[in-house]
């Protein structure tokens, strides 16, 4: 038998992260532990107000499959036994530390991958804040490669401009949170192009992008909000360029893969995501990220303090997990 946990924690975020949608100062997650013989896996889930989802509610969901996950259920049973979201999150990513962790095998190897894990470049976030003050919050980060820049619709042209002439150097992708009408982004595309972004995540909302399938857009666009998971895929395919592929959203790492696997069958580049979350939040990402095309697991880097043990960040390279805070 199996001994499972599931604990609400909160991580103060440094400052305050800023979104179309609202701002929070806490991170809050949910630590999934599954205890076997001796050996421990952890996972992390972050409830995704997005999608209704609340500590309770994960929680909740967790102790619908508590009694089969002690017995034993391993990662595809849970794949049918919870839909994706963050409470399957936790859970699959703790069966996968654990399952490392028992039999020795590097998580490389039991996701398919031909190589060790490598270190991944990520993007580095722009809370959503006036023009002057995301271009002094660029200025600060001006060194680091790739800044993805959270945007919230009138006003916004005046913020890329303010962190493009801060950081001249560095890419920049952009992320309006559902926040754009299709007159915005008409008017806003061109001028972006111009200002050299590499890509917008979501600007519609998710259930009013159908206007993308006829809309030629002079920069990529990219699906967080509309990509859930592997049922939402045929509904992006024809209206975005990248798929953004979260853990939270998709379940955890298990469905995670298949989906970047399905999304590249399609004709999509593809991008990691991450919420503001721990290192043990990141971990597993960093696994999915060395398949994509665009990492973004920054989530540590926004929070006052991290987990101890913590995943090493080294300018924008995000190491590995090296069987500290996670199965490495």
């Known amino acids: 038998m199996r001994s499972l946990t599931a604990t609400v924690e909160d991580f103060p975020i440094r400052g305050v992260f800023r979104i179309s949608r609202g701002a929070k100062t806490v991170a809050q997650v949910v630590t999934v532990t ?3 013989e001796g050996v421990t896996g952890r996972g992390e889930g972050v409830p995704y107000a997005r999608y209704g989802e609340t500590a309770g509610s994960v929680c909740a969901h967790i102790e619908q ?10 990662r595809d049973e849970l794949q049918c036994a919870l839909p994706p979201g963050a409470a399957r999150n936790a859970l699959d990513c703790a069966l996968w530390d654990l399952t490392a962790r028992r039999t020795g095998q590097p998580v490389a190897d039991l996701a398919g991958l031909p190589k060790a894990l490598q270190p991944v470049m990520t993007a580095f976030t722009l809370s959503l804040d006036t023009p002057e ?3 002094a919050a660029a200025l600060g980060h001006a060194r680091l490669p790739l800044l993805k820049v959270k945007l919230g619709g009138d006003g916004d042209l005046e913020r890329v401009r303010a962190v493009r002439t801060a950081a001249p150097s560095a890419r920049l992708i952009l992320d ?4 754009w009408t299709p007159e915005q ?3 806003f595309t061109p001028h972006l192009a111009e200002l050299g972004v590499e890509l917008i995540e979501q600007p519609l909302p998710a259930a009013e992008d159908n206007f993308l399938a006829s809309f030629d857009s002079p920069v990529p666009l990219a699906a967080d909000e509309s990509c859930r998971g592997l049922a ?5 395919v024809g209206k975005y360029a990248i798929a953004t592929i979260k853990l939270d959203k ?3 790492l298990t469905e995670a893969l298949q989906l970047e696997a399905e999304a590249r069958k399609a004709g999509l580049r593809t991008m990691t995501g991450c919420m503001v979350a721990t290192s043990l939040s990141m971990a597993p990402g960093v696994v999915l990220a060395q398949r994509t095309d665009i990492v973004h697991l920054d989530g540590p880097l926004l929070l006052a303090r991290d987990r101890e043990p913590s995943l090493h960040y080294e300018g ?6 090296d069987g500290g805070v996670w199965a490495q």
């Open 250 to 252: 998709t379940g955890g």
């Open 316 to 321: 924008a390279m995000a190491h590995p997990a």
């Open 34 to 36: 599954i205890s076997q």
């Open 65 to 74: 499959v508590r009694e089969r996950v002690q017995q034993g259920m391993e």
């Open 185 to 187: 982004l008409r008017q």
């Open 232 to 236: 939402t895929l045929n509904d992006v």
């Open 176 to 179: 309006a949170n559902e926040s």
């Open 133 to 135: 003050r995301m271009g």
